[in-house]
């Protein structure tokens, strides 16, 4: 599994970097302001709160720039309003220090910066309406192929895809994989085949694929990986391609785990590396009869239930309560557990899952976020399907495969006329997938 999962990495690693807030801050090490200069005005559509604070300091210490207080004001107001830390006391001083004139001038900068950022001044916006969450009816696993098979490879690739209204996949395309191209092709061909629910209506769906052998995925191998490459060191001194790579990481982990993960925002960042939380924990049973529905609790040391949450009894349930009730195993009193059961005629015994909160540092959604403002496209693609102002950024920027698939939700959701527009758009930039989309939604007005 090591040597698997370190060949992946590296190929992975040989890949171009692309222009990020490391290079940036090396250009701005180095004295080369200029290409500092590009590299932080690059990363301001990100909405890049650290980018507009360097760029306020090098206009008022007069780097690679003529000094210029009122760009100064603008840059360090547009860092304050995208979230940066500290500059509300400095930004106060400063505007104390000039004269009406060069405030008002610093004002109509601000206004033109804040349209290069225009996204991030607005509130965050959720994904599509037209993710819906109807019922697989049918279809098989993708087949895990056999050289991956034979080596020990495991990972995960992300379907994103459009049903019909008789509820049959249409088309379909990867949104994100791991390792790339390993189950790319196995993942498509059983997504093409998968029957939903009918509803009449057409949507598009995402579904992640987990590719995973019997054995335990080795996660101290894992944390050694990260160490080796650097990632998590690399990733924090603002790398997108060293951020991206550790997200994908971390969403494998998320495929191997038997737990049921809790991101606590609340939770200080780990600056250390500590993946500890995804180690298998001991199997728990729940052998009392009743129970159909789900619900959390803690036990006692000796596993008895104490604290019962979020109980939803279904209607075949039985019981009153889990209170005094006893799971077997090894019940570990630090965790809760949630006990879930479908139906009570089904010969499946009770789901018994230990519930882990952990920071937001050790998710994918953190590192693809930070990935994104950083300025990667992949990674910007991820996230653009959990908050559609990236979705706009990337339309902005000529980007086939956002615009192809923003253009099929926009028509399903009743914008006909600009949804096509976008989609012939995406169609000259021959994105293979906007071909198929065209052709499953032209009959749309």
Excluded: C
């Amino acid at each position: 599994m090591k040597k698997v999962l370190f060949i992946a990495l590296a190929v992975a690693m040989a890949s171009p970097i692309q222009a990020d807030w490391a290079q940036a801050i090396k250009a701005h090490q180095t004295q080369n302001y200029q290409a500092a200069k590009e590299h932080f005005q690059k990363l301001i559509p990100y909405g890049h709160a650290d980018a507009a604070f360097n760029l306020a300091l090098m206009y008022l210490q007069g780097e690679g720039v003529i000094a210029d207080e009122s760009m100064a004001i603008a840059y360090f107001t547009l860092a304050e309003k995208l979230g940066h830390q500290g500059t509300a006391e400095g930004l106060a001083q400063l505007r104390q220090l000039v004269s009406a004139e060069q405030l008002a001038l610093a004002e109509q900068h601000f206004l033109t910066l804040a349209q290069h950022a225009k996204w991030w001044l607005l509130p965050e916006q959720g994904p599509a309406k037209t993710v819906y969450l109807t019922a697989r009816l049918k279809g098989d696993y993708p087949i895990y192929p056999i050289n991956a098979f034979k080596a020990g490879v495991v990972g995960y690739v992300n379907v994103r895809f459009l049903v019909d209204e008789q509820g049959k996949v249409a088309t379909a395309d990867v949104l994100d994989a791991y390792p790339e191209q390993t189950f790319n092709k196995s993942a498509l061909r059983a997504i093409k085949d998968w029957q939903f629910e009918a509803t009449g209506e057409k949507y598009i769906r995402f579904w992640r694929f987990d590719f995973k052998l019997n054995e335990t995925l080795d996660i101290d191998a894992v944390a050694a990986l990260i160490e080796q490459h650097q990632l998590w060191r690399g990733a924090w001194l603002g790398s997108s391609h060293h951020q991206f790579l550790l997200a994908s990481l971390l969403e494998l982990l998320d495929t191997q785990k038997d737990l049921l993960i809790v991101v606590d925002p609340t939770l200080p960042v780990e600056k250390e590396l500590d993946l500890t939380v995804f180690t298998p924990k001991a199997k728990v049973r729940a052998n009392f009869a009743g129970f159909v529905g789900h619900a959390e609790v803690q036990v006692a040391a000796d596993g008895t239930i104490t604290e019962q949450f979020n109980v939803h009894f279904a209607a075949e349930n039985t019981l009153k309560s889990l209170i005094g009730l006893k799971l077997s195993g090894k019940p570990d009193a630090t965790y809760r557990y949630r006990l879930s059961k479908a139906s009570a005629s089904s010969r499946r015994p009770i789901n018994v899952i230990p519930i882990v909160t952990i920071p937001a540092s050790l998710t994918s959604r953190f590192w693809w976020e930070k990935a994104a403002r950083n300025g990667s496209k992949s990674a910007q693609r991820i996230i653009a399907v959990y908050d559609e102002r990236w979705a706009q950024i990337l339309i902005a920027e000529q980007d086939a495969e956002t615009m192809a698939w923003f253009a099929g939700r926009t028509i399903i959701n009743g914008e006909y006329q600009a949804g096509h527009e976008l989609l012939d758009a995406a169609i000259a930039k021959d994105y293979p997938t906007a071909h198929e989309l065209k052709k499953h939604l032209q009959s749309m007005p």
